[in-house]
């Protein structure tokens, strides 16, 4: 299913920059350019209509952030959503952590279908009334209404970091985060809003003698001590915060040393990491680079356990990606929910799924001819030169506009949602 908005096709504010389901999956929240999030609830299953079930409607829209201009550096901060988080629900209500490129709000989203009535000291239209003339008190009553789904910021997060956030995670304590920009990660409570506790700092005393930069971070599933950051050098470096204040010293230090036959102009660039996610067991680490996605053990810091070729036809193509910028797009990698699969994403609108059990893989494509209710997505294949055959497309029409950068997949069943530019696909395994 697709959630494509025919009128506003292409705009640029309509670019869908994050996805992310929250931790039932009942809820999918998308963050665009322009500022906004968009919360889908999946439907209930009703009696009369069981394969109905699965269905994600519109749940809530609102502004998240909105254009700002610093006028100390005479930059303009964009309005777009690098990423959201979800905290696990509490209550009626459901929190969800936005950030864009500078300040990280925590949004409450609440339902309301009922609404007070019978004022003593105000009239219905909520003007203030004379006190001299109530004569009589009378007893405020709760009247139902038509459902209303309210988004409130509860606290703003500003003015920490220097350098644009890349990431922000929840710790399994539910009661600190942390946001991470080029250079520096911060540790915050979720009560406190003026003040964030510096725990990793790599920028150098002289800026050019800088080597690195942060590319990503995320907290340790289960560890709330733990937490990992990657790096555009390959690198990921594994803390402990409980060793010292300041994590500048890892724990562990996962890098794969390279072949030097494969080393070209491009190695540094295609090496930088632009996603790392523990898996839900908290036992490995996936990491994406340019051309591959590599499963790491946590007890083995040398070479990863596992290599999977994401787009390989393309390392001939390095030089033009280079020159359209594209060798520079940040792919994003997922999970499923038993850490048996992982999907990424590629460019033609294509996305990959590795198995790794039966170490199988597949190409499926997100476009609106395969959008149509319960059509089967079929597996496409890349051909680099030599004869094509009719199903497959070659490697030189593949179009780089078209790139799935943001996937996400549900916490326990086989439903994954797809960001291809400016359109939302959810896609469910058809045994469901």
């Not at 809820?27 to 994600?56: C, M, P, W």
């Not at 952030?65 to 959503?81: A, Q, T, V």
């Not at 936005?98 to 989203?109: A, I, M, P, R």
């Not at 010292?244 to 990491?273: G, M, Q, V």
Request: negative net charge; proline residues 4%.
């Amino acid at each position: 299913m697709n959630y494509p908005d025919e009128s506003t096709y292409g705009k640029k504010a309509d670019i869908i920059s994050t996805v992310e389901f929250n931790h039932t999956g009942e809820l999918l929240a998308t963050g665009d350019k322009g500022g906004r999030v968009v919360i889908f609830q999946r439907e209930q299953e009703s009696k009369n209509q069981v394969h109905r079930r699965g269905e994600y409607n519109v749940y809530s829209t609102f502004q998240s952030h909105e254009p700002e201009f610093d006028y100390l550096k005479s930059l303009e901060i964009e309005e777009k959503i690098n990423k959201i988080r979800w905290l696990p629900q509490q209550n009626a209500a459901y929190f969800l952590l936005s950030t864009n490129d500078k300040t990280v709000k925590l949004w409450k989203v609440s339902e309301r279908d009922k609404r007070p009535e019978g004022y003593n000291l105000k009239d219905e239209e909520g003007r203030l009334r004379d006190p001299a003339t109530i004569t009589t008190l009378r007893v405020p009553v709760l009247r139902p209404m038509d459902l209303m789904v309210e988004a409130t910021p509860r606290r703003v997060f500003a003015n920490a970091h220097t350098y644009h956030i890349n990431s922000i995670s929840v710790n399994s304590d539910y009661e600190t985060y942390m946001s991470a920009d080029d250079l520096r990660i911060n540790l915050w409570n979720f009560e406190i809003t003026n003040q964030s506790f510096n725990i990793v700092d790599i920028k150098p005393a002289n800026m050019e003698e800088l080597t690195e930069v942060i590319t990503a971070a995320e907290f340790h599933p289960h560890h709330c001590n733990t937490f990992v950051y990657s790096s555009s050098k390959g690198t990921i470096r594994l803390c402990d915060m409980r060793a010292s204040a300041l994590c500048d010293r890892h724990t562990k230090f996962f890098e794969e040393p390279e072949d030097p036959s494969n080393r070209s102009f491009f190695s540094e660039i295609i090496s930088s990491i632009s996603d790392v996610k523990f898996s839900h067991s908290g036992r490995y680490i996936m990491t994406r680079d340019y051309l591959t996605v590599k499963v790491w053990d946590l007890n083995m810091e040398n070479r990863p356990i596992e290599t999977y070729q994401v787009h390989d036809y393309l390392r001939s193509k390095l030089c033009s990606l280079y020159e359209n910028d594209c060798i520079f797009d940040k792919f994003e990698c997922v999970w499923n929910g038993s850490d048996s699969v992982i999907m990424t994403g590629s460019y033609n609108n294509f996305f990959r799924m590795f198995d790794r059990n039966t170490k199988r893989d597949v190409t499926l494509e997100a476009s609106r001819e395969n959008s149509k209710p319960r059509a089967i997505l079929k597996p496409r294949k890349v051909c680099v030169g030599g004869k094509r055959r009719k199903d497959e497309i070659s490697v030189d029409s593949l179009d780089f506009s078209k790139k799935i950068l943001h996937t996400a997949w549900h916490p326990s069943e086989n439903i994954i949602a797809v960001a291809a530019t400016n359109n939302l696909y959810i896609f469910q395994d058809k045994v469901n």
